[in-house]
């Protein structure tokens, strides 16, 4: 069975600072690795994915996130935050075989001016 | 070309009565996806359904809820005799082909209230 951790529930930043977003995932079978974004009253939109390939995957706005199969880890960053940024982030996983999404419990971000 | 739309957006019901939820998959989408998200939770999966068809509702409670997608029409999750552990924000995706690396395109959800 597969799984999904965000080891943070909130994350505090002051604006401009850089920021990681912890994702880790359990799974035994390959998987794709989704971020999401959502805003406050909206419903999630997808920030970037990995499928195979290249292990840095960079997504909208700014964000990245490196997949790290020794870890079983898919961290989100961004190097210099904005107030626009404050919202939550779900990390998500999908078998290669499977059609539903397994999302972690998010983390919220706030970013302080 | 809209996206995603669900209504209501929100939607209040006492205990025992009945809820429905419609979601319009995005235009040329044929596979849809029935999210609950309960506070501080993350988006637990409850149904996928294509076109006349339930492909997989392991994350459906077995009693009380339904979910549809006829040929014409909205996708429909009903809930029956609600109580107040349904109080939750429901989110409907669509994609197009269903694929496990394709990207879902989420409504903004229905924030059901049971009295």
């Known amino acids: 069975a597969q799984s999904v951790t965000q080891l943070d529930s909130q994350v505090p930043v002051f604006e401009e600072a850089p920021v990681e977003l912890r994702c880790n995932y359990s799974?035994?079978?390959?998987?794709?690795l989704f971020w999401y974004v959502q805003y406050p009253n909206q419903g999630l939109q997808l920030l970037l994915k990995?499928?195979?390939?290249?292990?840095l995957v960079k997504g909208i706005n700014g964000f990245e996130a490196e997949f790290n199969k020794s870890q079983t880890s898919f961290h989100l960053r961004k190097p210099s935050v904005h107030i626009s940024d404050t919202a939550e982030y779900f990390c998500?996983?999908?078998?290669?075989?499977?059609?539903?999404?397994?999302f972690g419990k998010g983390t919220k971000l706030s970013v302080k001016p | 070309n809209a996206g995603v739309m669900q209504n209501p957006r929100h939607l209040v019901r006492r205990r025992g009565q009945e809820a429905r939820l419609r979601c319009s998959p995005m235009?040329?989408?044929?596979?849809v996806y029935w999210y609950r998200q309960l506070p501080e939770e993350g988006l637990k999966f409850m149904v996928y359904?294509?076109?006349?068809?339930?492909?997989?509702e392991s994350g459906m409670p077995k009693e009380r809820f339904s979910a549809e997608f006829p040929k014409e029409g909205p996708s429909i999750l009903r809930i029956q005799q609600v109580v107040r552990g349904d109080s939750a924000a429901y989110f409907c995706?669509?994609?197009?082909?269903?694929?496990?690396?394709?990207?879902?395109?989420f409504g903004s959800g229905t924030q059901l209230s049971v009295l």
């Open positions: 235009k040329g989408h044929s596979h």
């Open positions: 799974s035994s079978v390959s998987v794709y």
């Open positions: 998500a996983a999908r078998g290669r075989s499977q059609g539903n999404l397994i």
């Open positions: 990995y499928l195979s390939g290249s292990t």
């Open positions: 359904l294509q076109k006349e068809n339930i492909i997989d």
């Open positions: 995706a669509s994609s197009s082909f269903g694929g496990p690396d394709e990207k879902l395109f």
